[in-house]
């Protein structure tokens, strides 16, 4: 499968836990995205990487969410100390050309579930 | 906020009928636009997307419209299918917006009825 993967692809957690998604981008890919969807909502833009570079961060990634993308490959979003309101899908993509008009493929997604 | 939104949260059509989905947005600075399909439990897939220097645009079963001067965009599938079932996102990406990210629609929900 060349498509964007991420894992896991469910998780449940208890309020206060700290949690690591990772999403693995179609190979040739340089820019990396990473969306939070909440249930009957379109997804919503958290923060980009171009190669290892985090170039843009949404207001809705609060202190207690960190990406990282160390070798310009594969990206991990963590978030600390989790909150019930943090429930959601959490979406990545990646696309091949930098610019405004290029093609973002998403992965299957994360659901996070915060008990 | 300036956002981009969808007339109707469902749309119920005959398998075989043409299919019209609306999007409404407020950024008049907007130049690309995407339609995005997404099935239960998977990532939104990309349908089509135009350009803000074209009015039309056409793949296969799928055409989409632009038009700027009530910006309004809509997606078209001719002769549904079962497979058609999903929920339908607009999204657009704001011209000299820094950000590459895209800035999703509620959904509509298209059921194809028997």
């Known amino acids: 499968d060349t498509g964007v993967s991420q894992n896991p692809r469910h998780k449940i957690t208890k309020r206060g836990q700290n949690v690591t998604f990772r999403c693995d981008p179609i190979?040739?890919?340089?820019?990396l995205y990473w969306y939070r969807q909440t249930l009957g909502q379109g997804p919503e833009f958290l923060t980009y990487?171009?190669?290892?570079?985090?170039?843009?961060k949404s207001r809705l990634l609060s202190d207690r969410f960190s990406a990282e993308r160390p070798k310009g490959s594969f990206s991990t979003l963590e978030i600390q100390r989790t909150e019930q309101g943090d429930s959601a899908m959490y979406l990545c993509?990646?696309?091949?050309?930098?610019?405004?008009?290029?093609?973002?493929?998403f992965g299957p997604g994360t659901r996070l579930t915060v008990l | 906020g300036e956002s981009v939104g969808l007339h109707l949260p469902t749309l119920s059509v005959q398998e075989g009928d043409n299919s019209i989905i609306n999007c409404a947005y407020s950024?008049?600075?907007?130049?690309?636009f995407i339609w995005y399909k997404q099935e239960s439990g998977k990532g939104p897939q990309f349908i089509i997307d135009?350009?803000?220097?074209?009015d039309k645009r056409q793949g296969q079963r799928v055409t989409v419209l632009l038009n700027k001067t009530v910006k309004h965009l809509s997606l078209q599938i001719a002769a549904t299918q079962p497979g058609d079932s999903a929920v339908y996102f607009c999204?657009?990406?704001?011209?000299?917006?820094?950000?590459?990210?895209?800035?999703f629609g509620k959904g509509t929900h298209l059921i194809i009825q028997p």
């Open positions: 999204a657009e990406n704001p011209a000299g917006g820094g950000a590459d990210g895209l800035t």
């Open positions: 950024n008049s600075a907007s130049d690309y």
């Open positions: 990487f171009q190669n290892e570079a985090q170039l843009e």
């Open positions: 190979s040739e890919h340089n820019r």
């Open positions: 993509a990646s696309s091949q050309h930098a610019g405004p008009h290029n093609e973002q493929f």
């Open positions: 135009i350009r803000s220097n074209m």
